[in-house]
């Protein structure tokens, strides 16, 4: 007698243990893309955090830099419009960058503190950065202001609650805080009561 199961048993059977072998194969697949997948959003994500961290140390880092520096800025500029103020022209000028001293002679400076000009620094009290940015700046023109530049605007204020205004770019040579330019300007009222007499 024969003990083998029917014909369509076997088939069934063997048409069963295919399907698992090839549902079983796609399911791996399916999984090792899925797999994949996971693990580039993972590394995107790793990179984004990186990309996010650096970038926000970059600027806390300018930040907290920009907070320290302002001061020593702020003192340059006061210690010029001081020297200007009392007509010392040598002390103004040695504030200025070996640059910017390439591109102006002392005697340019010491016109500022002649005529009408010298209405820019009389009666000087004090000055206040509003603005003030540091940046590295970098250019093939050798007379432009390099490596680590402080572009800064702010408000004069002067004898009789008169108020001017200045901008004014910085670059650091070593250690110190140097003038590449400066611009003072006075109201009209100021030009007209004390440089007019």
């Known amino acids: 007698m024969d003990n083998s199961p029917p014909v369509e048993q076997q088939l069934e059977q063997g048409t069963g243990s295919g ?3 090839g549902s079983s194969a796609a399911a791996k697949k399916s999984r090792r893309k899925t797999v994949v997948v996971v693990a ?3 590394a995107l994500g790793l990179c984004l955090c990186v990309c996010v961290v ?3 140390w970059s600027m806390l880092t300018g930040i907290i830099r920009g907070a320290l520096e302002r001061d020593d800025v702020t003192a340059v500029i006061d210690e010029f419009m001081q020297a200007m103020e009392m007509k010392d022209a040598d002390a103004a000028y040695a504030l200025f960058s070996t640059r910017a001293q390439r591109q102006m002679p002392q005697s340019g400076l ?16 004090s000055v206040e950065l509003t603005h003030f940015a540091i940046n590295a700046a970098f250019s093939t023109n ?7 530049v402080a572009q800064v605007s702010g408000t004069v204020a002067y004898q009789g609650e008169i108020r001017g205004s200045l901008t004014a770019v910085l670059e650091e040579e070593g250690e110190e805080w140097r003038l590449h330019s ?3 300007t006075v109201p009209p009222s100021k030009m007209l009561s004390e440089g007019g007499n």
């Open 110 to 125: 010491e016109e500022g503190l002649g005529g009408n000009n010298y209405v820019l620094f009389e009666g000087y009290e």
């Open 54 to 56: 650096a970038g926000g």
């Open 142 to 148: 050798p007379d432009a202001p390099q490596g680590t």
């Open 40 to 42: 580039i959003a993972a």
């Open 182 to 184: 400066i611009n003072v």
């Open 19 to 21: 399907m698992d072998e």
